[in-house]
């Protein structure tokens, strides 16, 4: 199991007009799988140390205060939503003292995944000089952060009355947040997807929210709602509701062949949802007898694949997958975007253990994972890829960009197969 440890050491500290930060001063090391998150180099003394020396009740506030969205708020692959890195980086503690940037997201394997990088705060005399990327378990993160956020109320206590107020709100807060019953989670879990604070919302806004959480399909929930935030997730429930009802009215009763080939598919089990991804495709190119060519959705081999293409509710939202059929509604792309999507509604359609509908969005998911991987190896299978870059000539770009064109693919969709199977070209960047 991946390790992580935050160990500090209380200090005395310099007299300062906010004795509540002045008593909690630490030297605090936090070390990921052996790593030293906090090694910096302090330019004043041409030295180089393993700590930094923080006041812990900022690091317990800020924790306390983003404590659902660390567990449930998931990362976008390409845009984050306003404030997301505020909620989720370590370094935004730090009010006016310096932590490091290490950020803590929900990984699509059920892990937490922690990040951290190099940098010098502006006007500042010391300078992290290590980064990282590992995943730990969660249940071992929340256990070491809670013990952070527990020494901190344990070390005021102990200086009596003198921030009674302080030691009262974060005390409370953090009791608020531990208390929680099984249906108070669950509406802290459907704010935090949002971006949204679950303890200081309007009470029509959290009625609303509690509205479109429990009608809402609970195969798509967390997906969309993921997707989803502050400004628009109000009118996704009426578009949900209307691109289902237009599909079914539109397509019913086509493509129900695909699922005699769906379920004439071996059963897979995978640990990682990409593996399943990729496995699922080949299952499926070996049973319709595709070659190692580029996938024809328009072949004779294989059922028609319908689809509508719509407006979304969101840019994080890229399609709808009714639940007996991979007939969807696609965000108007065209050419290989509009290929890669629809090869996703195929991934999302196949890979289901039941029958429910399915939600294509940019998110870092366990879903959305599996159907881009899905997507990749069927368009543009690794073991076709292998051979071709052997057998190419020429420089890396124009063998990605060959590949590209054979397959009908993105570059970046080759680049990825290279670099997640390990292919002969895998330093392509």
């Given at each position: 199991?991946?390790?992580?440890?935050?160990?500090?050491?209380?200090?005395?500290?310099?007299?300062?007009?906010?004795?509540?930060?002045?008593?909690?001063?630490?030297?605090?090391?936090?070390?990921?799988?052996?790593?030293?998150?906090?090694?910096?180099?302090?330019?004043?003394?041409?030295?180089?140390?393993?700590?930094?020396?923080?006041?812990?009740?900022?690091?317990?506030?800020?924790?306390?205060?983003?404590?659902?969205?660390?567990?449930?708020?998931?990362?976008?692959?390409?845009?984050?939503?306003?404030?997301?890195?505020?909620?989720?980086?370590?370094?935004?503690?730090?009010?006016?003292?310096?932590?490091?940037?290490?950020?803590?997201?929900?990984?699509?394997?059920?892990?937490?995944?922690?990040?951290?990088?190099?940098?010098?705060?502006?006007?500042?005399?010391?300078?992290?000089?290590?980064?990282?990327?590992?995943?730990?378990?969660?249940?071992?993160?929340?256990?070491?952060?809670?013990?952070?956020?527990?020494?901190?109320?344990?070390?005021?206590?102990?200086?009596?009355?003198?921030?009674?107020?302080?030691?009262?709100?974060?005390?409370?807060?953090?009791?608020?947040?531990?208390?929680?019953?099984?249906?108070?989670?669950?509406?802290?879990?459907?704010?935090?997807?949002?971006?949204?604070?679950?303890?200081?919302?309007?009470?029509?806004?959290?009625?609303?929210?509690?509205?479109?959480?429990?009608?809402?399909?609970?195969?798509?929930?967390?997906?969309?709602?993921?997707?989803?935030?502050?400004?628009?997730?109000?009118?996704?429930?009426?578009?949900?509701?209307?691109?289902?009802?237009?599909?079914?009215?539109?397509?019913?009763?086509?493509?129900?062949?695909?699922?005699?080939?769906?379920?004439?598919?071996?059963?897979?089990?995978?640990?990682?949802?990409?593996?399943?991804?990729?496995?699922?495709?080949?299952?499926?190119?070996?049973?319709?007898?595709?070659?190692?060519?580029?996938?024809?959705?328009?072949?004779?081999?294989?059922?028609?694949?319908?689809?509508?293409?719509?407006?979304?509710?969101?840019?994080?939202?890229?399609?709808?997958?009714?639940?007996?059929?991979?007939?969807?509604?696609?965000?108007?792309?065209?050419?290989?975007?509009?290929?890669?999507?629809?090869?996703?509604?195929?991934?999302?359609?196949?890979?289901?253990?039941?029958?429910?509908?399915?939600?294509?969005?940019?998110?870092?998911?366990?879903?959305?994972?599996?159907?881009?991987?899905?997507?990749?190896?069927?368009?543009?299978?690794?073991?076709?890829?292998?051979?071709?870059?052997?057998?190419?000539?020429?420089?890396?770009?124009?063998?990605?960009?060959?590949?590209?064109?054979?397959?009908?693919?993105?570059?970046?969709?080759?680049?990825?197969?290279?670099?997640?199977h390990n292919l002969t070209r895998s330093s392509v960047s």
């Amino acid at each position: 199991m991946m390790t992580i440890h935050f160990e500090f050491d209380w200090v005395d500290a310099d007299p300062s007009p906010d004795m509540a930060m002045n008593q909690t001063m630490a030297q605090l090391s936090i070390q990921v799988a052996g790593e030293t998150v906090t090694s910096v180099h302090d330019h004043t003394r041409d030295t180089y140390r393993d700590h930094v020396v923080v006041p812990l009740l900022s690091m317990a506030q800020w924790l306390v205060s983003n404590w659902c969205h660390i567990w449930h708020e998931i990362p976008d692959r390409y845009r984050q939503k306003y404030g997301f890195e505020q909620r989720h980086t370590l370094a935004f503690a730090g009010d006016g003292f310096i932590f490091p940037k290490l950020t803590m997201t929900p990984s699509v394997d059920g892990k937490q995944k922690l990040q951290w990088t190099c940098w010098q705060p502006d006007h500042a005399q010391i300078e992290f000089i290590t980064s990282g990327k590992e995943y730990v378990d969660s249940n071992q993160l929340q256990a070491k952060l809670k013990h952070v956020i527990e020494a901190v109320l344990d070390r005021m206590n102990s200086f009596g009355h003198q921030h009674g107020a302080i030691v009262s709100d974060l005390k409370e807060s953090w009791q608020a947040v531990e208390t929680l019953d099984l249906e108070e989670r669950e509406f802290c879990r459907a704010a935090a997807l949002l971006g949204m604070d679950p303890f200081h919302l309007h009470q029509d806004t959290a009625k609303t929210i509690i509205n479109f959480w429990d009608h809402t399909e609970s195969s798509i929930r967390e997906d969309i709602w993921a997707s989803l935030e502050e400004a628009n997730f109000r009118e996704a429930f009426s578009w949900l509701d209307h691109t289902w009802k237009t599909l079914e009215r539109n397509y019913a009763g086509s493509e129900n062949e695909w699922a005699a080939i769906r379920n004439g598919l071996p059963t897979m089990r995978m640990v990682k949802p990409w593996k399943q991804g990729y496995a699922l495709a080949r299952c499926l190119r070996h049973e319709l007898g595709c070659g190692d060519g580029w996938f024809n959705f328009t072949s004779s081999r294989q059922p028609a694949l319908s689809y509508w293409k719509t407006d979304m509710p969101s840019n994080r939202v890229e399609g709808f997958v009714l639940a007996d059929t991979p007939i969807c509604a696609i965000v108007r792309k065209e050419g290989v975007a509009e290929r890669f999507l629809l090869a996703r509604a195929l991934g999302d359609y196949i890979g289901r253990s039941e029958t429910r509908p399915g939600i294509l969005t940019t998110m870092d998911t366990a879903r959305q994972a599996q159907s881009r991987a899905f997507a990749a190896e069927l368009l543009a299978p690794s073991n076709s890829l292998r051979p071709r870059l052997a057998d190419h000539k020429g420089t890396d770009e124009e063998v990605i960009n060959d590949l590209s064109q054979e397959f009908k693919v993105s570059d970046l969709v080759i680049k990825h197969q290279i670099k997640n199977h390990n292919l002969t070209r895998s330093s392509v960047s």
